[in-house]
């Protein structure tokens, strides 16, 4: 289902625990890093899109997060010729999406990357908001800025000891911080996958600036 201008309409999905980390996932058997998201289907709206991509790619269910915000317009990107199948190049231009940014309201281990036979992930973690563009497809990541800089303004307000978090320090009660965090005791990935705690080194709050789509 393509608008006039070649654009699919899909959701993009940023998923936030209690210390505003973000869930990020290593597309299967690549070095990509992305957030969850997913076309629109025939008579969805972008919020039902959200739901059933949300349980697809990573196994929640409604009542496991809190719409906290959504992108006022659709933010988009063209995808280059090269990823567009033969038959589909001269129509298909990329994806426009609408963004949703969730509280997890659940836990780790209700995550489940197995929640369908064709998983979309093989490793994830938890990244500081200002997740590292870099080791994300090249064609994407001025949406990425686009959509995290307009939803920065609904992070949830976290206590104090969020500044040691986003340092990656830990706080005086012993606290984990972004880099230590480690799936739920329930967790399960696909065979062969493995959790990477910290894929391309310190995220930094800075770390998007400057950083544009091809």
């Known amino acids: 289902m393509l608008d006039r201008d070649g654009f699919r309409p ?30 629109i289907d025939r008579g969805e709206s972008p919020e039902q899109a959200m739901f059933r991509e949300l349980h697809e790619e990573i196994g929640l269910m409604p009542d496991h997060v809190r719409i906290v915000a959504r992108t006022r317009d659709w933010l988009r990107y063209e995808v280059p010729e090269r990823y567009i199948r033969r038959d589909a190049r001269g129509h298909y231009k990329g994806q426009k999406q609408i963004w949703f940014l969730l509280q ?16 979309e992930f093989d490793a ?10 870099d080791v994300v497809v090249e064609f ?27 340092s990656g320090m830990r706080t ?24 990477e705690p910290n894929p391309q080194g310190r995220a930094h709050p800075d770390a998007i600036k400057g950083k544009h789509a091809s």
């Open 140 to 166: 994407k990541r001025g949406v990425y800025e686009m959509a995290l800089r307009e939803l920065a303004r609904y992070l949830p307000r976290n206590d104090h000891r969020n500044r040691y978090l986003r």
């Open 104 to 119: 997890l309201t659940g836990h780790d281990w209700n995550l489940n990357l197995r929640a369908t036979n064709h998983p």
């Open 10 to 39: 899909n959701v993009g999905i940023i998923l936030l625990n209690q210390k505003n980390q973000v869930f990020w996932g290593k597309r299967i058997r690549t070095h990509s890093w992305q957030f969850p998201q997913g076309g």
């Open 172 to 195: 005086r009660d012993g606290e984990q911080g972004p880099h230590d965090a480690m799936p739920g005791p329930g967790m399960e990935l696909p065979p062969g996958a493995t959790f």
């Open 124 to 133: 994830w973690r938890w990244n500081d908001y200002w997740v590292p563009l």
